[in-house]
């Protein structure tokens, strides 16, 4: 091989560029449904529809190393998803003992929401606890529910 041809090679490998003749591994740890998302996603210990698309957010329950645990909210969308967080808001019933009735609340919590998933003002969806993300956020979005 001459100088040029040995430079070029090795640029190639330091980008990543696999080479032609570069056959792949027989142990390859990819399922077929992961090979045609385009990225591994990852059993996240619930049954929840996996997203169509890849995304490389550390966040990520499905692509990232976050870990889920904890709580699991059903709610609805109201602030406009800005910097991968959003707003979400569900109804509960608190019981007062003085008058032996039930009174509507709300509660609102910050989500993360994963690149993955395509989320938008208004829409229901899912979401678990987890580890603090920010001062504010500790849920996470694991399925868009419509």
Known sequence: MKKSEQNEAEAERAAGVVSKSAKPSAHSHESEASKKLGARTRNIGIQVTQPKEACNDVCCPFHGSIKLRGRTFVGKVIKE?????????????????????????????????????????????KIIETRPISKTKNFVVVEILK
Request: charged share 35%; aromatic share 14%; net charge positive.
């Open 81 to 125: 998803p800005f910097h991968k967080t959003a707003t979400i808001e569900f109804a509960r019933q608190f019981y007062l003992t003085k008058y032996e009735r039930y009174e509507k609340r709300r509660t609102r919590l910050k989500v993360h929401i994963p690149p993955c998933l395509n989320v938008k003002k208004g829409h229901d969806i």
